[in-house]
């Protein structure tokens, strides 16, 4: 079983910075395009970012461009999610999902449906 464990989430003000972490267990993140995705109360899951295999390929949302940064350390086997300038609209449960390609691939998608796994999501609250 693939196991992803999100963690970093928190109550934030208005302005301030989170980092999120994806770490994988059992299994290395190295064959794997990643991505990072939002879901707020009565609305559909966002794609926020991903990064391919080989970390030289990311795609951010237009609403988090400039704000948010992907990054991956294949020797820890976590993902990064970066987050300035954080706004009360960026509050959301985030998840970080996984699909397998091949190793030092470019592939990597904004779409919930191109990936396989999911892991349980951390809570990001901006707020004054």
């Known amino acids: 079983q693939l196991q992803l464990v999100e963690s970093g989430g928190a109550l934030v003000q208005p302005g301030g910075s989170l980092r999120l972490s994806c770490a994988a267990s059992?299994?290395?993140?190295?064959?794997?395009?990643i991505g990072w995705f939002r879901q707020a109360p009565r609305k559909e899951r966002e794609g926020v970012s991903c990064?391919?295999?080989?970390?030289?390929?990311?795609k951010y949302a237009d609403s988090v461009k400039g704000r948010f940064t992907i990054s991956r350390d294949n020797a820890k086997n976590t993902v990064y999610l970066q987050m300035n300038s954080l706004k009360p609209e960026d509050t959301a449960v985030y998840y970080c999902a996984i699909r397998r390609t091949t190793y030092y691939s470019s592939l990597m998608s904004l779409e919930s449906t191109w990936y396989t796994n999911w892991g349980q999501g951390t809570q990001v609250t901006v707020s004054s």
């Open positions: 990064i391919s295999s080989s970390g030289g390929n990311t």
């Open positions: 059992e299994f290395t993140l190295d064959y794997y395009a």
